[in-house]
């Protein structure tokens, strides 16, 4: 028997998601990630929201230019090792001044089954702070909608990048299995 909805505990996720819609997102770009799994599947289901599978995570920043440009918004899904990838084009949100939100799950830190995640995941923030982008972080579940809200607004205010980095501890590690 489920408890009554009112008892229901809200997933994080969930209001990571209520976040998006409620600042207008109407398109995220995402690289398949099982951090973010909850989260693209939302967002898939949402009429409202297109969903674009990326090859590689740069290919987001250009999305949210576009998206922009076409009078919407967008958000980026990624791992935190897609965020070297992403370098180079960052310099397209510092030059051209539109707003950029990267919502990035982490790896390489808390409990990491796999050494070559370390690297990345321990130079992610200093890499995108190198960038300008603003760097947020959220450890605890509690923490998630409202740092994403305060994120989209001040990218979005300000035509800023930013970024919001999911610990490992809050998606939780991953497992290697056989």
Known sequence: MRPPAAAQKSDWRDEIFAALKAAEIRQVGYVPDSGHARLIELCRDDPEIRAVPLTT???????????????????????????????????????????????????GEW?????????????????????????YRVEQPEEAAETIAAALEIA?????????????RLIGAKRWVK
């Open 57 to 107: 995570e740069e290919e987001g920043i250009a999305l949210a230019a576009g998206a922009w440009l076409g009078g919407q918004r967008a958000a980026l899904l990624m791992q935190s090792s897609g965020v070297g990838n992403c370098i180079n084009m960052l310099s397209l949100a510092k030059n051209c001044r539109f707003p950029l939100i990267m919502l990035v799950t982490m790896r």
């Open 111 to 135: 409990a990491e089954f796999n050494p070559w995640q370390v690297p990345m995941g321990s130079k992610t923030r200093a890499a995108l702070e190198l960038c300008d982008v603003l760097v």
């Open 156 to 168: 979005f205010n300000g035509d800023l990048a930013t970024t919001v980095l999911l610990s490992q």
